[in-house]
T-cell receptor, first 112, second 112 residues
Framework: KQEVTQIPAALSVPEGENLVLNCSFTDSAIYNLQWFRQDPGKGLTSLLLIQSSQREQTSGRLNASLDKSSGRSTLYIAASQPGDSATYLCAVERDSNYQLIWGAGTKLIIKP | SQTIHQWPATLVQPVGSPLSLECTVEGTSNPNLYWYRQAAGRGLQLLFYSVGIGQISSEVPQNLSASRPQDRQFILSSKKLLLSDSGFYLC???????????FGPGTRLLVL
């Protein structure tokens, strides 16, 4: 059974720092992995999608990596800004029926 | 915490056929409920939300409709599917408008 874990559950850092959010999954048979952002009281914003054949994806200050063999993905945020404050969710799409398995999220606070 | 159930996991339907996707929520009463769609290679789009039984708000004009016949049941329907209805449909539940939305595993719909 696929399980997705995100560590840490919460993170608070000063503005300007580079940071890494972690996501781990137990079954390497995945179709893709996605990182989402959720702002308080709002829905999800899709940030990056990494296909199972890819190693990383980049968008602006965000870089997501995928290591299927170790069951890990990281989301790297460079030069963090207060506007980056949100909950970041990792979700794995299973190879068999394409459903998403969600991590519990990391709540990120960037202090001005 | 809440648990969101969605079914089916995958669905292949011909153009012009009807659609019914179901979402049910466990763990909370009178939740706000949401239907999202993620088209291939694109972000999430909010389709409908509901703050109570029989109360449906639509975010975008489209071929789809939603209904909430019971407190913890949210149904996405169409009378005649279009090719452009293909995508990944996510249901979400929220205990309060200021709290986190919890997402279901999704339904992948392919209209041929």
């Amino acid at each position: 059974k696929q399980e997705v874990t995100q560590i840490p559950a919460a993170l608070s850092v000063p503005e300007g720092e580079n940071l890494v959010l972690n996501c781990s999954f137990t079954d390497s048979a995945i179709y893709n992995l996605q990182w989402f952002r959720q702002d308080p009281g709002k829905g999800l914003t899709s940030l990056l999608l990494i296909q199972s054949s890819q190693r990383e994806q980049t968008s602006g200050r965000l870089n997501a990596s995928l290591d299927k063999s170790s069951g890990r993905s990281t989301l790297y945020i460079a030069a963090s800004q207060p506007g980056d404050s949100a909950t970041y969710l990792c979700a794995v799409e299973r190879d068999s029926n394409y459903q998403l398995i969600w991590g519990a999220g990391t709540k990120l606070i960037i202090k001005p | 915490s809440q648990t969101i159930h969605q079914w089916p996991a995958t669905l292949v339907q011909p153009v012009g056929s009807p659609l019914s996707l179901e979402c049910t929520v466990e763990g909370t009463s009178n939740p706000n409920l949401y239907w999202y769609r993620q088209a291939a290679g694109r972000g999430l789009q909010l389709l409908f939300y509901s703050v109570g039984i029989g109360q449906i708000s639509s975010e975008v004009p489209q071929n789809l409709s939603a209904s909430r016949p019971q407190d913890r049941q949210f149904i996405l329907s169409s009378k005649k599917l279009l090719l452009s209805d293909s995508g990944f449909y996510l249901c979400a539940g929220q205990r309060d408008s200021q709290e986190t939305q919890y997402f279901g595993p999704g339904t992948r719909l392919l209209v041929l």
